[in-house]
């Protein structure tokens, strides 16, 4: 192994491989390597940093690729969590994850609450584009 393989963390090589087996097609493969790479990145960044949110968006994406909306929504709400906790309620992340919980509760058939995620969607771009203005 040389040092540049060293030095990535062990939940990225997770993350990948389940990337690789998205893309092979090997499904049964794909969540317990997601489930494994937020296990070990939270160990080593904390149970709510940013990097976890995004594992949490992809396994969430994983699961609307295969219609199966409940476990979706729980993983996006987890990231959304997740932004709030560690001090990205007010970025572009926290907007792309709700963005996508509002879409997975339309297609479960919840539209109010897919409505009210998408006016907070807009309230935060609304405060982020006024802050790049004002700067």
Not at 18 to 41: D, F, H, N, S
Not at 112 to 118: D, E, G, I, L
Not at 125 to 133: E, I
């Amino acid at each position: 192994m040389d040092s540049k393989q060293a030095d990535i963390p062990v939940w990225k090589v997770f993350v990948a491989a389940a990337e690789r087996a998205r893309q092979l097609g090997t499904e049964a493969e794909v969540e317990p390597l997601y489930a494994k790479a937020i296990a070990l990145a939270r160990k080593s960044l904390g149970h709510y940093s940013k990097e976890i949110g995004g594992i949490l968006l992809r396994l969430a994406d994983f699961y609307v690729e295969h219609k199966d909306y409940a476990a979706a929504e729980a993983a996006y709400e987890t990231a959304v969590e997740t932004y709030e906790r560690n001090g990205e309620a007010g970025s572009i992340l926290m907007a792309a994850a709700l963005s996508k919980l509002a879409e997975t509760y339309e297609a479960s058939g919840n539209g109010s609450r897919a409505a009210a995620v998408r006016l907070r969607v807009k309230v935060l771009l609304a405060r982020q584009l006024q802050s790049m203005v004002d700067d």
